[in-house]
């Protein structure tokens, strides 16, 4: 039986992601520098860390990723001051039969701290997560699977005991490593061959996770 639920945010839990993508691309317009949207795929998933090693690989040393970074937060802030944090379908459904079963979830994400709390409140579904581990709280990030190893250590079970929630390569990947029983929820990228066979479950959406709750 699943005894705790760790989840991804941008991408499985809002839909942030295109939002994302569109930020990283104009702040390297801004920037003067070649950004692709094959580049920002690469980006998905990743804390800062990861995300500034993959632009350094791209762009050089000397690169410049902490102004790049900023320009992407500002963007992405203003646009859901004026529009919103679109949520995805079922995610309300699924937190609230996690309550009813009395399953913690823990909140897993590359995102900081501050921002990833923030959107939860935002959403209002922070009342629902017994806590998070956060981008800027491990020191290696996903596909590593420090991130859903702390993130079950929080909620006091043994990773195998618990559902990771993940849409993107990278968080797959870290589920799998951790050894939990990883659900991708795909969003911008579709399941390649290795996708198909790291994950446990691929689903169409969060409401398609509440029978998995079930399993043994």
Known sequence: MIEAVLFDMDGLMFDTERMYQKAWLQAG???GVPMEPEIVDRLR???RE???RVCREVFGEEFDFDAMRT???ALM???????GLPVKPGLYELLA???????PAVLATSTTRDSAWGHLQRAGVNRYFLGAVCG????????DPEVFLKAAALAGKDPARCMVLEDSPAGVRAGAAAGCFTVMVPDLTA???ELKKLADEILPGLRDVIPLLDRD
């Open 45 to 47: 998933g990743r804390n």
């Open 77 to 83: 802030a203003r646009w859901i001051e004026e529009d």
């Open 191 to 193: 399941p390649d061959e």
């Open 136 to 143: 800027d709280e491990v020191s290696h990030s996903k596909p």
């Open 29 to 31: 317009r801004q920037m």
């Open 97 to 103: 039969e996690l309550e009813r079963r009395g399953i």
């Open 71 to 73: 320009a992407c937060r």
């Open 50 to 52: 990861g995300c500034a």
